[in-house]
Nanobody, 127 residues
Framework: QVQLVESGGGLVQPGGSLSLSCEVS????????VGWFRQVPGKEREFAATIRWSYGTTYYGKFVNNRFTISRDIAKSTVYLQMNNLNPEDTAIYYC????????????????????WGQGTQVTVSS
């Protein structure tokens, strides 16, 4: 059974940093990519970042503005999202997701392209 478990969320002051982790288990083959999304109540899930599992190629959402870094540790089957210079607008539930198969356009930003999702971890940015 494929599982994704996020951790690392919490409360941080504006300008602070958090590092999220997403541990993947239950896969018998390497995924194409792992992505991070976020969602606030009443809004659609928003793409934050994605990384191609084999090559480490990355792509970021427009709101990231060079503040986030996605990385992966293949040996640990874990993907990380380092978030710096956080602001209150970054408050959301953050989800990681697996994209099992290569897409015609390469790394995907649409949630519908991802096959498995974690349960999410809350990030709150507040003073």
């Amino acid at each position: 059974q494929v599982q994704l478990v996020e951790s690392g969320g919490g409360l941080v002051q504006p300008g602070g940093s958090l590092s999220l982790s997403c541990e993947v288990s239950g896969l018998t083959f390497s995924p194409y990519a792992v992505g991070w999304f976020r969602q606030v109540p009443g809004k659609e899930r928003e793409f934050a970042a994605t990384i191609r599992w084999s090559y480490g190629t990355t792509y970021y959402g427009k709101f990231v503005n060079n503040r986030f870094t996605i990385s992966r540790d293949i040996a640990k089957s874990t993907v990380y999202l380092q978030m710096n210079n956080l602001n209150p607008e970054d408050t959301a539930i953050y989800y990681c997701a697996l994209d099992l198969h290569e897409n015609p356009g390469g790394l995907a930003v649409a949630p519908r392209s991802y096959d498995y999702w974690g349960q999410g971890t809350q990030v709150t940015v507040s003073s």
